[in-house]
């Protein structure tokens, strides 16, 4: 397993989430990483990204504002802070690295790895 995600669950509108990714293996020396989630009936999206070259972060308006994404080198571990949580954010949620390429992309075909994925549901 390169990359294991966890942290979703059932909230109210308004509430907070964490989400955590932890990678192992290759996905361990990854430095661009990022979140997409999926809603029932729609495409994959992408929500956060972070380019550990820089430090750059990169938001979806959709959440610009209320997300947040860090990592912990440390544990090798990707976040997704999630507050003012609304209904629309209803979704399974994916963490992504590229593997051994460095540039940013929102694009989620670029990406090598992916975790199994998390359910948030936010309910109104």
């Known amino acids: 397993v390169q990359l294991q995600a966890s942290g979703g669950g059932l909230v109210q509108a308004g509430a907070s989430l964490r989400l955590s990714c932890a990678a192992s293996g290759r996905a361990v020396n990854s430095l661009v990483r990022a979140w997409f989630r999926r809603a029932p009936g729609k495409e994959r999206e992408f929500v956060a990204g972070?380019?550990?070259?820089?430090?750059?972060?990169y938001y979806a308006d959709s959440v610009k504002g209320r997300f947040t994404i860090s990592q912990d080198n440390a544990k090798n571990t990707l976040y997704l802070q999630m507050d003012s949580l609304k209904p629309e954010d209803t979704a399974v949620y994916y963490c992504?690295?590229?593997?051994?390429?460095?540039?940013?992309?929102?694009?989620?075909?670029?990406?090598?790895?992916w975790g199994q994925g998390t359910q948030v549901t936010v309910s109104s």
């Open positions: 992504a690295s590229r593997g051994a390429a460095t540039v940013f992309t929102r694009a989620p075909s670029q990406y090598a790895y």
């Open positions: 972070i380019n550990l070259n820089g430090g750059s972060t």
